[in-house]
């Protein structure tokens, strides 16, 4: 149709002169028709224009235009904020699991190799002692080195490096300028724990409570422990096959759990693993806890131990050999 209607208006315009004869060429029906619905099509649109009714439908078409716009624009910009809002609130989340449970993260230095601790122990570089922890101010340790001289000064659970209490420990002496009060009498020799030679076998068994979960997506649980000279445990607690239940009011258990530490790389807080629990707080179980904890020997005594209790006794003897 296009290629038709050009040619029909070259022919429109077009006149055929020859010597005797001047005459335009008819348009065919269906061209003509044509061209008049598309003149009258421009004639109608020539007149809307100047309609004061079809100009307030095209105003008022192009206010709901620009009004659907400004509504599709503000759900837009609500849609990005809840995206902001919820990738913020996923970070937040990341962040406060990272700090719950502080394996990963890098907070203790790495101890020096076995070699190292050899070398440095008989070129009197470094120390081996007992380390003690003041149970009046627990930040502080002290290492008790054959020297006879006086303690060296752990200031802080970091410099501690995850050594407990009784344990046997290499330590490095800082220079005299960091000691506390150098160029006194009262000096005291400040320094750091690098290598645990012997762990103390108190505290194989941590007895305490179980804090509820912090976060509902993490499948740890902290264990509290009584003796306020270990430090808590991390613990798996999603397998565990019996319920926990917690104090009214409160993130602390009912029970009383004991555990073992597992694990303890460069991170806070170690990770430990379940191994029992006792009923609720106030029954003999709670006793027989303490007594784990003190590490106190379940194994019946030996036969022979006999031997070296007293023969039995009667009352009526004993009182017979009395003089008052």
């Known amino acids: ?12 315009n077009f006149e055929f002169n020859g010597p005797y004869l001047k005459t335009n060429v008819p348009l065919p029906a269906s061209v003509r028709r044509f061209l008049e619905q598309l003149k009258q099509q421009e004639q109608h649109e020539l007149e809307s224009k100047n309609d004061p009714n079809e100009v307030m439908e095209n105003v008022q078409e192009k206010c709901a235009s620009s009004s659907n716009s400004q509504e599709n624009g503000e759900l837009l910009k609500k849609k990005n904020c809840n995206k902001k809002s919820q990738k913020k609130k996923e970070q937040t989340i990341n962040n406060n699991k990272s700090k719950m449970l502080n394996i990963s993260d890098s907070y203790y230095t790495k101890y020096i190799s076995f070699n190292d601790v050899e070398k440095s122990l008989a070129n009197n570089e ?6 003690h922890i003041n149970e009046k101010f627990m930040s502080d340790a ?45 000096c005291q020799r400040t320094g750091k724990v690098v290598y645990i030679t012997k762990k ?15 976060c509902g997506f993490s499948k740890y649980s902290t264990l509290v422990p009584r003796d306020k000279l270990l430090p808590k445990l991390h613990l798996d607690t999603s397998n565990w096959p019996l319920q926990i239940n917690y104090i009214k009011n409160s993130k ?14 460069t991170g806070k807080i170690p990770t430990g693993e379940l191994i029992g629990v006792s009923s609720t707080l106030g029954k003999l179980n709670d006793e027989i806890n303490i007594l784990s904890e003190h590490k106190t020997q379940e194994e019946p005594y ?4 006999n031997k070296y209790v007293p023969s039995r006794f009667s009352v009526e003897e004993d009182l ?4 008052d």
């Open 1 to 12: 149709m296009d290629q038709l209607e050009e040619f029909a208006r070259k022919l429109n």
């Open 126 to 131: 470094l120390f081996e002692g007992i380390l």
């Open 142 to 186: 002290y290492v008790t080195l054959p020297d006879n001289l006086k303690d060296v000064l752990i200031s802080s659970i970091k410099l501690r490096n995850r050594a407990l209490d009784g344990d046997k420990v290499v330590v490095e002496i800082f220079k005299k300028s960091k000691w506390l009060n150098p160029n006194t009498k009262d």
């Open 200 to 214: 103390n076998e108190k505290n194989t068994v941590f007895v305490g409570h179980i804090t509820n979960k912090t």
């Open 252 to 265: 602390k258990s009912q029970q009383i759990f004991y555990a073992v530490l597992k694990d303890w790389n």
């Open 302 to 305: 030996p036969e022979n131990i």
């Open 320 to 323: 017979k050999q009395k003089k």
